[in-house]
């Protein structure tokens, strides 16, 4: 099956008072041209869907005009908030959008959803898990004794009945490390997570870091931002990610 990575489009942003959603609208497009031009099978959005949680009508506009043409593709479509959503806001008509094959993650409460795509191959799992923050997790686990966000996001994901014999994706939207080599432990107020949290899936979906990249293994990715929103990413990947499971 051909999937496509994408995360923190911004959608709304304003860079010195200058709205982006023209721009933006037209990424989308040249994406959706990437997905017909690919023979794409299934889209993957790691989260920083819109820019503040409180989006603006036009943003919402722009999301709703995008995913409707992936919805008319009949693509399934998983996405995951990010630390510039509101988890309310954006899981807002979810089961009803789940009926057009778009699965969006819910506020979270421990229980984290997990959708089901079938290949020829056999099962594929995809987890959907948000931002979060150690003490949103220690709020839904106070008997967990981690002390860092890593150590809860381990104790979260530990909590999830993954099937190893089976192809298992997650999207997570974090500040992912390699903890053996980095000192950085924090970046734009969001704590570290080693990469090694999620070896139990063969493919991590993340999002947060605007550029294209991978950490520790080449499946614990980034897609980057397809725009660029500052000065420090001109040289930047701008790009999405295709891979085959």
């Known amino acids: 099956m051909r999937f496509i990575h994408l995360s923190d489009f911004h959608i709304g942003k304003r860079i010195n008072g200058f709205s982006m959603l ?7 497009q040249q994406i959706l041209d ?23 009508a036009e943003g919402e506009a722009v999301l709703d005009w995008f995913l409707t043409e992936i919805a008319n593709r009949k693509l399934p479509t998983y996405i995951i908030s990010g630390n510039h959503d509101s988890q309310l806001r954006l899981s807002f008509g979810s089961k009803f959008m789940k009926k057009s094959d778009i699965h969006i993650s819910p506020v979270y409460d421990g229980n984290i959803n997990v959708e089901k795509i079938k290949d020829e191959y056999g099962d594929i799992y995809i987890y ?44 997570s939207h974090q500040f992912v490390i390699d903890a053996a080599e980095s000192e950085e432990q924090n970046l734009g107020g969001t704590d570290a997570v080693d990469f090694h949290v999620y070896d139990d899936f063969d493919y991590a979906a993340l999002g947060h870091i605007h550029r294209a990249y991978s950490i520790g293994r080449k499946e614990v990715r980034y897609s980057g931002s397809p725009l660029k929103y500052s000065l420090r990413e001109i040289f930047a990947d701008k790009s999405v990610t295709i891979f085959d499971m």
């Open 22 to 28: 023209q721009d933006q609208k037209y990424i989308f």
């Open 34 to 56: 990437i997905i017909d031009e690919e023979s794409i099978e299934a889209v993957l959005i790691s989260g920083d869907i819109y820019d503040r949680t409180s989006p603006s």
């Open 128 to 171: 959907l898990l948000p931002y979060l923050k150690l003490s949103e997790i220690r709020n839904v686990y106070p008997e967990m004794e981690a002390d860092c966000l890593s150590d809860a996001i381990k104790y979260s994901i530990g909590k999830m009945e993954i099937d190893k014999g089976k192809r298992n994706i997650i999207l």
